[in-house]
């Protein structure tokens, strides 16, 4: 039997997709945001679907999570559209992790030598094969990590096509909503939710606690330690065509993605810098100096846009998935640092699967909430 009433707090990208998952499968559904859908981190990423480029260690759970989710985009991606009616711009473009120096090669033949039996299908290209693939890339870089399966997607348009597809299923979204005011855990199950800005309380049967850098925020009421903290990505984009950067280019510096839209972007500093969101002349001039010597086409170039966005960090760097405190219809989705595009139709579908009590148990194990909390 389905809950009766499911209330998702936090309109990002993992709010919005536990919503489009749980609509699609019959829930009845509300989510409450503070202020504008999409409007935090979400709006802010580089929408890179990379999980061989950002775990280049070892293959744990976390890497084990965000290749499941590399691998359900493809038909997750086509849902939305085909629910929304708007394109989130899929890109299989691959893409080339640079080898800026000798002693780096090594560690990429070890990471190549893991990766390839998850799959990966990577290969080490060097000298002529790299200058075929990347004809714009610097001369002083020989190698790189040629990854084929990464992806990207065009974040703000998923994010657009998400609360499209929420609303034509019969998602109720409340943007604006104000900051919690009040959770209540009710003895028999669901909870009690006051915000700020919404006169009535509202009733759920369970609840998706799904908001991003703001979850430790939920200590209090919950009675868990939650550590996550906001790193602050800044981000800015050349014009310049998919054409004349044609992978997701990743270096020790910077990233660079090539995008539909006309746009190059490049990303991201990290930065402790409280809830602030705004840019700073240094991080932005970290970037552009690394395009300049990078991609020296790219030197002459205004920038178009420049922004940030606030990566929802956790103590160990996993994300906090799964129930709260042993509680059936309390659902925690938050914590998904730099990779929450990637990770978000995998997260969906373990959240809901677990708030109708199908998740496999070992599953969400290495993600639970409640793993900083010692009695
Ligand atoms: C510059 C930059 C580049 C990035 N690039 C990539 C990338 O290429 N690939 C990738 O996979 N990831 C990338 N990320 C990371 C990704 O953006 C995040 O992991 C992801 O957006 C997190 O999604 P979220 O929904 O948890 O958080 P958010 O998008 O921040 O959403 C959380 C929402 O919850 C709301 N909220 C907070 N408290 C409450 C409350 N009490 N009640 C109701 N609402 C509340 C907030 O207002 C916010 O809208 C990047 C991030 C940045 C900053």
Redesign the pocket.
């Known amino acids: 039997m389905l809950p009766q009433e499911t209330v998702v707090?936090?309109?990002?990208?993992?709010?919005?997709s536990c919503a489009f998952e749980a609509a699609r499968r019959g829930h009845r559904v509300t989510l409450?945001?503070?202020?504008?859908?999409?409007?935090?981190?979400?709006?802010?990423?580089?929408?890179?679907?990379?999980p061989f480029s950002e775990n280049t260690e070892q293959p744990d759970p976390f890497f084990q999570l965000s290749l499941n989710s590399l691998r359900l985009f493809p038909q997750w991606v086509r849902d939305v559209e085909e629910a929304s009616g708007i394109k989130a711009e899929l890109m299989h473009t691959g893409s080339l992790s640079l080898i800026q120096h000798e002693a780096d090669l090594l560690p990429a033949q070890g990471r190549l030598a893991w990766q390839n039996q998850w799959g990966a299908g990577a290969e080490l290209v060097q000298g002529s094969a790299l200058r075929k693939l990347e004809p714009n890339l610097s001369r002083h870089i020989e190698a790189a990590v040629f990854n084929p399966e990464e992806s990207?997607v065009y974040?703000p348009k998923l994010v657009a096509g998400l609360i499209q597809a929420c609303r034509r299923l019969g998602v109720r979204l409340g943007q604006h909503?104000g900051?919690?005011a009040r959770l209540e855990l009710r003895q028999g199950g669901g909870a009690a939710i006051q915000?700020m800005n919404l006169e009535k309380e509202i009733q759920c049967d369970s609840l998706l606690l799904?908001?991003?850098?703001?979850?430790g925020?939920?200590e209090s009421w919950l009675g868990i330690t939650i550590p996550v903290h906001p790193i602050?990505?800044?981000?800015c984009s050349y014009p310049g065509s998919a054409e004349e950067l044609r992978h997701m280019v990743f270096s020790s510096q910077a990233y660079w993605?090539g995008k539909q839209n006309g746009e190059i972007v490049c990303?991201?500093s990290e930065d402790v810098a409280g809830f602030a969101t705004g840019v700073t002349e240094k991080g932005i001039a970290r970037l552009t100096s690394a395009s300049s010597s990078f991609y020296p086409f790219l030197d002459n170039r205004a920038l178009i846009r420049q922004?940030?966005?606030?990566?929802?960090a956790t103590r160990d760097g996993f994300p906090l998935l799964g129930r709260v405190a042993g509680r059936s219809g309390i659902i925690m989705?938050?914590?998904?640092?730099?990779?929450?595009?990637?990770?978000?139709p995998v997260s969906a579908k373990l959240a809901i699967d677990e708030l109708e009590g199908r998740s496999r148990s070992d599953e969400l194990r290495p993600f639970s909430p409640n793993r900083f909390t010692y009695i």
């Not at 409450?32 to 890179?48: D, F, I, P, V, Y």
């Not at 799904?210 to 979850?215: I, K, L, M, P, V």
């Not at 922004?307 to 929802?312: I, K, S």
């Open positions: 707090l936090g309109g990002g990208i993992i709010g919005l409450l945001e503070s202020g504008e859908l999409g409007g935090q981190a979400s709006g802010a990423a580089a929408g890179m679907l990379a990207h974040a909503a900051r919690l915000m799904c908001s991003g850098a703001w979850a925020e939920l602050r990505g800044q981000i993605v990303g991201a922004w940030a966005g606030l990566r929802p989705a938050a914590g998904h640092y730099r990779n929450g595009i990637l990770l978000s």
